[in-house]
């Protein structure tokens, strides 16, 4: 029998993962390649789009690893771009992960090959608490000086989109540390000359969530909901007028993109972009 409602397909998840934005990335990914590829293109039109030759993480519930960008082959094949980015981020990579994206896709950027990536929420604390966090500081020689260069990319990142954008970038690897690491990948990318859209995803209505753990949580309205989050918790970081709009850094193109999505995770109707 074939597994093609939502209920079916997220018993491919461990137990506390089918529920809010995680299981909604994988249904996003899932099915055929077409019709994917047209669901990641309503995200991004019309910046760029993406097609059914492209390559994305995770693949729906065939594949559910989230691409790490200096492990992800099949999303960057140049294994010197690679390590570029693993000994930018780390100062010593065997002990520390660079960061997991919920989404990631080739795609095209102006004619040009690029990527898509996308951070996704669900509700209003799976946001707030995401940007209040820090990087993580642990104990010993390593993991502080792993602290220290991560530090030190997020300042040259903010730095260099300042000096680009003519705007005050205040990247922090201390306050609001998610958004500011996203915004230093898509800078570094740039960088090593592959253009980025990064999409803050909203996933609306996830009525699961009100009734989840200890700490029932609000699902997202609706567009303007989930924007004027997006907005209020990066105001610190750089300008709102930042948003949705494409950024030339060097030649390549940088479009930081606020969406919503509606996806059921009860019923098998498709994902609706609004």
Same mark, same amino acid.
């Given at each position: 029998?074939?597994?093609?409602?939502?209920?079916?397909?997220?018993?491919?998840?461990?137990?506390?993962?089918?529920?809010?934005?995680?299981?909604?990335?994988?249904?996003?990914?899932?099915?055929?390649?077409?019709?994917?590829?047209?669901?990641?293109?309503?995200?991004?039109?019309? +910046?760029?789009?993406?097609?059914?030759t492209d390559q994305w993480m995770?693949?729906?519930?065939?594949?559910?690893?989230?691409?790490?960008?200096?492990?992800?082959?099949?999303?960057?094949?140049?294994?010197?771009?690679?390590?570029?980015?693993?000994?930018?981020?780390?100062?010593?990579?065997?002990?520390?992960?660079?960061?997991? +994206?919920?989404?990631?896709?080739?795609?095209?950027?102006?004619?040009?090959?690029?990527?898509?990536?996308?951070?996704?929420?669900?509700?209003?604390?799976?946001?707030?608490?995401?940007?209040?966090?820090?990087?993580?500081?642990?104990?010993?020689?390593?993991?502080?000086?792993?602290?220290?260069?991560?530090?030190?990319?997020?300042?040259?990142?903010?730095?260099?989109?300042?000096?680009?954008?003519?705007?005050?970038?205040?990247?922090?690897?201390?306050?609001?540390?998610?958004?500011?690491?996203?915004?230093?990948?898509?800078?570094?990318?740039?960088?090593?000359?592959?253009?980025?859209?990064?999409?803050?995803?909203?996933?609306?209505?996830?009525?699961?969530?009100?009734?989840?753990?200890?700490?029932?949580?609000?699902?997202?309205?609706?567009?303007?909901?989930?924007?004027?989050?997006?907005?209020?918790?990066?105001?610190?970081?750089?300008?709102?007028?930042?948003?949705?709009?494409?950024?030339?850094?060097?030649?390549?193109?940088?479009?930081?993109?606020?969406?919503?999505?509606?996806?059921?995770?009860?019923?098998?109707?498709?994902?609706?972009?609004?």
């Amino acid at each position: 029998m074939m597994e093609n409602t939502p209920s079916q397909l997220l018993s491919h998840l461990q137990p506390n993962e089918r529920r809010g934005s995680k299981p909604r990335c994988h249904l996003l990914t899932h099915g055929p390649r077409e019709e994917v590829s047209g669901r990641l293109t309503s995200l991004i039109e019309p +910046w760029g789009r993406v097609e059914a030759t492209d390559q994305w993480m995770p693949d729906g519930f065939t594949d559910v690893t989230e691409a790490r960008l200096d492990t992800a082959d099949r999303l960057i094949p140049d294994k010197g771009v690679r390590d570029d980015l693993l000994n930018w981020w780390l100062a010593v990579p065997a002990y520390a992960n660079t960061p997991n +994206w919920d989404i990631a896709s080739t795609c095209t950027i102006g004619g040009r090959k690029g990527l898509l990536l996308v951070e996704a929420k669900a509700h209003d604390m799976e946001l707030i608490m995401a940007m209040a966090g820090k990087s993580t500081e642990a104990d010993g020689d390593n993991s502080h000086r792993n602290h220290s260069q991560i530090g030190n990319c997020i300042k040259d990142a903010s730095m260099a989109l300042s000096s680009a954008t003519g705007a005050s970038w205040t990247l922090s690897r201390d306050r609001n540390y998610q958004m500011s690491n996203r915004f230093a990948w898509c800078w570094k990318l740039t960088e090593l000359g592959i253009s980025v859209i990064l999409v803050y995803l909203g996933f609306l209505r996830a009525e699961e969530m009100r009734t989840s753990g200890t700490k029932p949580q609000t699902p997202l309205a609706n567009s303007d909901h989930w924007a004027a989050l997006v907005k209020d918790h990066s105001s610190s970081l750089f300008p709102i007028e930042i948003w949705n709009k494409e950024l030339k850094l060097g030649g390549q193109s940088f479009i930081p993109l606020i969406r919503t999505a509606h996806q059921p995770l009860t019923t098998d109707l498709d994902t609706e972009i609004v």
